[in-house]
């Protein structure tokens, strides 16, 4: 039975998967830490890198040494990529990539051997969606990080890994940053495409098997470089590599692409 109680930094552990896994830890005996907009610990904008260093900062004078960190903290855009303002492309950047990059940089120097990193990417970064392309991108952006931050640190004795989940039935779509303006390219596709339906969220794994699934994987002892959560999804991963990437995106935007 483990005795030592270790320190746990979770981003974006208020809500969703990053309090699931908050409450895990907290019932192993583990001290986490929460930065998020409603943070328990720290209320911080994750996308704000000067507000989330002076957070690191602290962090290491009140609490010392870090032995895991946890980026959960993101959100999604959806809208066509022509008719979306730049200000919220930006934020999807400064939020799910920076975030979760800051987060991970201002962490290391508090990281001895054996400390973990796992960063929470999503499914949409291998298999990227219509209408949410800068989010698909974002989370793609997240994975190939984890993959680089992986061989950076394989002589350090940290281990770093990359989780993608599928669709989860948590709060997440109906708090996405949903742009419906359209023209005569489009029509009705982008609202119908992305506008979340009871049907569809019926279809979303639920989030107890989603965290005991990532609960699973960060007590590994040893990562593998990454790890997709979701039957369904490891379905679609092996369908990936034995198909082209033409007839992949044709099968997704048939599914995807909704126009009645």
Same mark, same amino acid.
Not at 7 to 31: H, P, Y
């Given at each position: 039975?483990? /005795?030592?109680?270790?320190?746990?930094?979770?981003?974006?552990?208020?809500?969703? &998967? =990053?309090? =699931?896994?908050? *409450?895990?830890?907290?019932?192993?005996?583990?001290?986490?830490?929460?930065?998020?907009?409603?943070?328990?610990?720290?209320?911080?904008?994750?996308?704000?890198?000067? *507000?989330?260093?002076?957070?690191?900062?602290? &962090?290491?004078?009140?609490?010392?040494?870090?032995? /895991?960190?946890?980026?959960?903290?993101? %959100?999604?855009?959806?809208? $066509?990529?022509?008719?979306? !303002?730049?200000?919220?492309?930006?934020?999807?950047?400064?939020?799910?990539?920076?975030?979760?990059?800051?987060?991970?940089?201002? $962490?290391?120097?508090?990281?001895?051997?054996?400390?973990?990193?796992? /960063?929470?990417?999503?499914?949409?970064?291998?298999? !990227?969606?219509?209408?949410?392309?800068?989010?698909?991108?974002?989370?793609? $952006?997240?994975?190939?990080?984890?993959?680089?931050?992986?061989?950076?640190?394989?002589?350090?004795? /940290?281990?770093?890994?990359?989780?993608? !989940? =599928?669709?989860?039935?948590?709060?997440?779509?109906?708090?996405?940053?949903?742009?419906?303006?359209?023209?005569?390219?489009?029509?009705?596709? &982008?609202?119908?495409?992305?506008?979340?339906?009871?049907?569809?969220?019926?279809?979303?794994?639920?989030?107890? %098997?989603?965290?005991?699934?990532?609960?699973?994987?960060?007590?590994?002892?040893?990562?593998?470089?990454?790890?997709?959560?979701?039957?369904?999804?490891?379905?679609?991963? $092996?369908?990936?590599?034995?198909?082209?990437?033409?007839?992949?995106?044709?099968?997704?935007?048939?599914?995807?692409?909704?126009?009645?």
């Amino acid at each position: 039975m483990r /005795i030592e109680k270790r320190t746990v930094v979770i981003t974006g552990a208020s809500s969703g &998967i =990053g309090k =699931g896994l908050k *409450e895990c830890f907290e019932k192993k005996g583990d001290k986490v830490i929460d930065i998020s907009l409603d943070g328990a610990d720290y209320k911080c904008d994750v996308g704000n890198d000067q *507000e989330l260093k002076k957070v690191f900062d602290d &962090i290491y004078l009140n609490y010392g040494e870090i032995d /895991i960190l946890i980026t959960c903290a993101g %959100y999604g855009v959806s809208g $066509a990529i022509e008719l979306l !303002p730049e200000e919220a492309t930006r934020k999807q950047f400064d939020v799910n990539f920076f975030g979760t990059a800051n987060a991970c940089k201002y $962490a290391i120097p508090m990281m001895k051997k054996k400390s973990k990193i796992v /960063i929470i990417a999503s499914a949409s970064g291998i298999f !990227p969606v219509p209408f949410r392309t800068y989010y698909s991108a974002s989370k793609a $952006a997240v994975n190939s990080f984890a993959q680089g931050l992986k061989m950076e640190l394989s002589k350090t004795g /940290i281990d770093v890994t990359s989780i993608c !989940p =599928g669709d989860i039935r948590t709060n997440f779509s109906a708090n996405r940053d949903k742009h419906y303006d359209t023209n005569e390219r489009y029509g009705k596709a &982008i609202e119908l495409s992305t506008k979340p339906t009871e049907k569809s969220e019926k279809r979303r794994m639920s989030p107890e %098997y989603a965290i005991k699934k990532i609960m699973k994987v960060i007590e590994k002892k040893k990562f593998k470089p990454q790890y997709i959560i979701g039957k369904q999804y490891h379905l679609f991963y $092996a369908f990936k590599r034995l198909t082209t990437t033409n007839f992949l995106n044709k099968c997704i935007t048939k599914v995807f692409y909704k126009t009645k």
